[in-house]
T-cell receptor, first 115, second 114 residues
C-alpha cells in the first residue's frame, strides 16, 4: 500500500476563495482523522470518521470548515471562505480501530497558505 | 482543561549519548500513550505505544516509560545517531464512546551532533 495520500501538497490561495483538501486513506482502515498543525498550537484534531460516519467534529474551528467522507477510500476537507489565519499544514491520518490504542498513519500533509 | 507539555526547547546531544525526552500531562487519564517522530515537511510516524497498565516498553534503541501517578512519560533513545535528529511528539490516547482518539503535544526537537 502507498500509505495515506493527500493532495495537493501545497496550496496557495487568496482570502475568500474556497479550498478543498483531499485524502485517500490506507485500504482496510476504518477510521480517518483530519489534523491541523501550526507552530503556535501544534497538531490539533479537527474531525474524525469511523466507517465513513463523522463521529466528532468538535475540533472544527468554525462553520467555514466542512469535511466529508463519501466512501471508504476518499475524504475531503473544505474551507469556504478561506482566511489568512487558516494558513497551516493539514494532515490526514487513518487507522484500523479494533480495540483501541492502534497507531495512526499520517499522510505527507497539505501546506496551505492563504494570502 | 487538558494539557500536554513537551519541552519546547531543542535538545542537543552528542552522538552515542542517550537522549531523554519528557511528556507531562494534566487533567487527563489516558488509556495509552504513543510516541511519534516527525521530520521536516513530513507527517508524523508512529514509534511506540504504551498502555496505562504498562510501566516500560522497548523497541531496539528506544525505550518508553509511563508513570500514571506522576502523569509523565519518558522517551529514551540510546546510542543516539545524527539520523535520530527530528521532532518527537507524544500523543495521549483515550476512548470516547467506543472510539479511540489521539491528542498530541507540540513536540520536542532533538539534534544529535556527530
Amino acid at each position: 500500500d502507498a500509505g495515506v495520500i493527500q493532495s495537493p501538497r501545497h496550496e496557495v490561495t487568496e482570502m475568500g476563495q474556497e479550498v478543498t483538501l483531499r485524502c485517500k486513506p490506507i485500504s482496510g482502515h476504518n477510521s480517518l482523522f483530519w489534523y491541523r498543525q501550526t507552530m503556535m498550537r501544534g497538531l490539533e484534531l479537527l474531525i474524525y470518521f469511523n466507517n465513513n460516519v463523522p463521529i466528532d467534529d468538535s475540533g472544527m474551528p468554525e462553520d467555514r470548515f466542512s469535511a466529508k467522507m463519501p466512501n471508504a477510500s476518499f475524504s475531503t476537507l473544505k474551507i469556504q471562505p478561506s482566511e489568512p489565519r487558516d494558513s497551516a499544514v493539514y494532515f490526514c491520518a487513518s487507522s484500523f480501530q479494533g480495540g483501541g490504542g492502534t497507531e495512526a498513519f499520517f499522510g505527507q500533509g497539505t501546506r496551505l497558505t492563504v494570502v | 482543561s487538558q494539557k500536554i507539555e513537551q519541552n519546547s526547547e531543542a535538545l542537543n546531544i552528542q552522538e552515542g549519548k542517550t537522549a531523554t525526552l519528557t511528556c507531562n500531562y494534566t487533567n487527563y487519564s489516558p488509556a495509552y500513550l504513543q510516541w511519534y517522530r516527525q521530520d521536516p515537511g513530513r507527517g508524523p510516524v508512529f514509534l511506540l505505544l504504551i498502555r496505562e497498565n504498562e510501566k516500560e516498553k522497548r523497541k531496539e534503541r528506544l525505550k518508553v516509560t509511563f508513570d500514571t501517578t506522576l502523569k509523565q512519560s519518558l522517551f529514551h533513545i540510546t546510542a543516539s545517531q545524527p539520523a535520530d535528529s527530528a521532532t518527537y511528539l507524544c500523543a495521549l490516547g483515550g476512548v470516547n464512546s467506543g472510539y479511540s482518539t489521539l491528542t498530541f503535544g507540540k513536540g520536542t526537537m532533538l539534534l544529535v551532533s556527530p
